[in-house]
């Protein structure tokens, strides 16, 4: 069963800087596309950030040029380094994983940018 877990969320003020990461178990990582979606109080979950098991990144147009996706197959980690953050980047960030056309998430992690 495929577990993933997060942390790193948090409070930071506009123009500030916030990584978050995120741990597998339970999965042949390697062969994974991964990455992260975001959440808005009454808004549809929107893909952020997502690296494939090819190492294609792809990111949503609000975030191009100041979110980084990486992966370590290594150490099954992916974090989310997040840069010059506004306030609507303000959401719950959640892990995602893909295999085999079958999707897990993690619990979600609150980002709040608010000065």
């Known amino acids: 069963q495929v577990h993933l877990v997060e942390s790193g969320g948090g409070s930071v003020q506009p123009g500030g800087s916030v990584r978050l990461s995120c741990t597998a178990s339970?999965?042949?990582?390697?062969?994974?596309?991964v990455g992260w979606y975001r959440q808005a109080p009454g808004k549809q979950r929107d893909m952020v950030a997502k690296i494939s098991n090819t190492w294609r990144a792809e990111y949503g147009e609000s975030v191009k040029g100041r979110f980084t996706v990486f992966r370590d197959d290594a150490q099954k980690t992916i974090d989310l380094e997040m840069n010059n953050l506004k306030p609507e980047d303000t959401a719950v960030y959640y892990c995602w994983l893909a295999l085999r056309n079958k999707e897990s998430w993690g619990q979600g992690t609150q980002v709040t940018v608010s000065s």
């Open positions: 339970g999965i042949m990582f390697g062969f994974s596309d």
